[in-house]
């Protein structure tokens, strides 16, 4: 049998069980008017100035192909939790709502929507758990990738996390994320693959223990790989640099290695001698890749005392957000039937009706953004924008992953130096409330308390 990377399952499944129960009290209490459900995240994680909203494209394809096939609806049938007129009603499931959204590499703060879901209340409630998922994780990485571009400073940064990331499907959707943060390649061959990205690796230890000699090693594989990158650490990473050295003088024109790698130990030491050495060879065009264990602390350090590193290989700290691993996000009703819908829990309280962010900017940057009603008039530029309208996508032809990249890097650019920094903002970047929402937030809270 072909092996396959999961058992099977249907699509519609993707859910957790309490969407199903209440899809049925919603079809036994005949309840279908129109909710608004919006997503956002609480509070940043402190090591966030801005999150950088992703995986909305995988959130639209998922809306537009939502069915309940045969196989979907026979084991729910097994559950004994629900009747035949439902499951039957389960056939014709489909999401016919609106969507509004930020676009992809949008910075975003705590509180703002990242989207608003407008939906008959069954079909707006059911798809909850899978717009988080994606929402979630997509986030999470781009903001942290975003942390590392930052750092790097122009300098390429290569996804290495496949290996250790949580599985495999989200070693894909973290290859898609970083390249929306400005990440430059990804060793994920499928990920390239599937979303046309650059693809980047070297050379394993392995293949040098291999042989015999460090030097055999490097002159077998710049002979199959001419242009390739030489991983030089093995056993001692400068006499590795002079290896490279003499096989340049062996070559002479042939000689065409465009780096070495240096993978463990005192980069900043290691990376100064390697230049050192490198240049008094005159082979000034070979360029010096890191990695190991990296993070965006790290690389910010080691370019601040000098090291003369071109590019960054990134895998952990990267493909697991390992100092932010999760965000406070949600998914919450804040209208239905045409009015606005409160929760006071202490900590979770909501916002009603819907929404828009204003960005208010001042010669280019942004200075404070302004949460308001969607029908507010205030100053600032809108950044929610509708991407679903009757279920179905309002652009024929979906935004591609270098548009994303591309609107992430100008809309990153134009935060202030504070709020795109390392280190907490001080202050933080301001949300202010429109003076019509704060009505509707305490009219309704008054009406809740009477």
Same mark, same amino acid.
């Given at each position: 049998?072909?092996?396959?990377?999961?058992?099977?399952?249907?699509?519609?499944?993707?859910?957790?069980?309490?969407?199903?129960?209440?899809?049925?009290?919603?079809?036994?209490?005949?309840?279908?008017?129109?909710?608004?459900?919006?997503?956002?995240?609480?509070?940043?994680?402190?090591?966030?100035?801005?999150?950088?909203?992703?995986?909305?494209?995988?959130?639209?394809?998922?809306?537009?192909?939502?069915?309940?096939?045969?196989?979907?609806?026979?084991?729910?049938?097994?559950?004994?939790?629900?009747?035949?007129?439902?499951?039957?009603? @389960?056939?014709?499931? $489909?999401?016919?709502?609106?969507?509004?959204?930020?676009?992809?590499?949008?910075?975003?703060?705590?509180?703002?929507?990242?989207?608003?879901?407008?939906?008959?209340?069954?079909?707006?409630?059911?798809?909850?758990?899978?717009?988080?998922?994606? #929402?979630?994780?997509?986030?999470?990485?781009?903001?942290?990738?975003?942390?590392?571009?930052?750092?790097?400073?122009?300098?390429?940064?290569?996804?290495?996390?496949?290996?250790?990331?949580?599985?495999?499907?989200?070693?894909?959707?973290?290859?898609?994320?970083?390249?929306? /943060?400005?990440?430059?390649?990804?060793?994920?061959?499928? /990920?390239?693959?599937?979303?046309?990205?650059?693809?980047?690796?070297?050379?394993?230890?392995?293949?040098?223990?291999?042989?015999?000699?460090?030097?055999?090693?490097?002159?077998?594989?710049?002979?199959?790989?001419?242009?390739?990158?030489?991983?030089?650490?093995?056993?001692?990473?400068?006499?590795?640099? $002079?290896?490279?050295?003499?096989?340049?003088?062996?070559?002479?024109?042939?000689?065409?290695?465009?780096?070495?790698? @240096?993978?463990?130990?005192?980069?900043?030491? @290691?990376?100064?001698?390697?230049?050192?050495?490198?240049?008094?060879?005159?082979?000034?065009?070979?360029?010096?890749?890191?990695?190991?264990?990296?993070?965006?602390?790290? #690389?910010?350090?080691?370019?601040?005392?000098?090291?003369?590193?071109?590019?960054?290989?990134?895998?952990?700290?990267?493909?697991?957000?390992?100092?932010?691993?999760?965000?406070?996000?949600?998914?919450?009703?804040?209208?239905?039937?045409?009015?606005?819908?409160?929760?006071?829990?202490?900590?979770?309280?909501?916002?009603?009706?819907?929404?828009? #962010?204003?960005?208010?900017?001042?010669?280019?940057?942004?200075?404070?953004? #302004?949460?308001?009603?969607?029908?507010?008039?205030?100053?600032?530029?809108?950044?929610?924008?509708?991407?679903?309208?009757?279920?179905?996508?309002?652009?024929?032809?979906?935004?591609?992953?270098?548009?994303?990249?591309?609107?992430?890097?100008?809309?990153?650019?134009?935060?202030?130096?504070?709020?795109?920094?390392?280190?907490?903002?001080?202050?933080?970047?301001?949300?202010?409330?429109?003076?019509?929402?704060?009505?509707?937030?305490?009219?309704?809270?008054?009406?809740?308390?009477?």
């Amino acid at each position: 049998m072909p092996y396959t990377i999961s058992p099977a399952f249907s699509p519609a499944l993707l859910t957790d069980l309490y969407e199903l129960t209440m899809l049925q009290a919603y079809f036994v209490e005949r309840m279908s008017d129109t909710a608004v459900f919006s997503l956002f995240v609480r509070r940043l994680p402190p090591q966030r100035n801005f999150l950088l909203a992703c995986g909305l494209d995988d959130v639209l394809s998922y809306l537009e192909q939502l069915r309940f096939d045969q196989p979907a609806l026979e084991y729910l049938e097994s559950l004994g939790r629900f009747s035949r007129p439902f499951l039957r009603s @389960l056939e014709q499931f $489909r999401f016919t709502g609106d969507v509004y959204a930020v676009p992809e590499g949008t910075p975003v703060f705590a509180d703002e929507p990242l989207l608003e879901i407008e939906a008959p209340i069954a079909e707006a409630q059911f798809v909850e758990t899978f717009v988080m998922n994606q #929402i979630h994780l997509q986030t999470l990485l781009a903001s942290k990738a975003a942390r590392v571009v930052e750092a790097a400073r122009g300098r390429q940064v290569v996804d290495f996390g496949m290996r250790r990331i949580h599985g495999i499907d989200a070693a894909m959707k973290a290859a898609r994320a970083f390249h929306i /943060a400005g990440v430059h390649g990804t060793s994920n061959v499928a /990920a390239g693959q599937a979303y046309g990205l650059s693809v980047s690796g070297t050379q394993a230890h392995s293949y040098i223990q291999a042989h015999d000699a460090e030097a055999d090693a490097f002159r077998a594989f710049a002979r199959l790989y001419p242009d390739t990158v030489l991983l030089v650490d093995t056993y001692d990473t400068l006499e590795g640099v $002079r290896q490279v050295v003499e096989l340049a003088r062996e070559l002479r024109d042939a000689f065409r290695v465009r780096a070495i790698r @240096l993978d463990s130990g005192d980069l900043l030491a @290691l990376a100064s001698g390697a230049r050192r050495l490198l240049d008094d060879a005159g082979l000034h065009s070979v360029r010096i890749f890191a990695s190991g264990s990296l993070n965006e602390e790290q #690389i910010d350090r080691l370019l601040s005392a000098g090291a003369p590193i071109d590019a960054f290989g990134v895998g952990t700290d990267m493909g697991v957000s390992r100092d932010a691993p999760s965000l406070d996000i949600v998914y919450k009703l804040v209208e239905y039937a045409g009015h606005g819908r409160l929760k006071l829990s202490p900590g979770k309280s909501l916002l009603p009706g819907r929404k828009q #962010i204003f960005r208010v900017e001042r010669d280019g940057t942004a200075d404070h953004d #302004i949460l308001g009603r969607r029908d507010d008039a205030v100053a600032g530029r809108p950044l929610l924008e509708q991407v679903m309208v009757n279920g179905r996508r309002c652009r024929t032809a979906p935004i591609t992953l270098d548009e994303a990249r591309a609107h992430a890097s100008g809309e990153i650019g134009r935060l202030p130096a504070r709020v795109r920094a390392l280190l907490p903002s001080d202050p933080p970047y301001r949300v202010d409330l429109s003076p019509a929402l704060a009505r509707d937030r305490d009219r309704l809270e008054r009406a809740h308390e009477a």
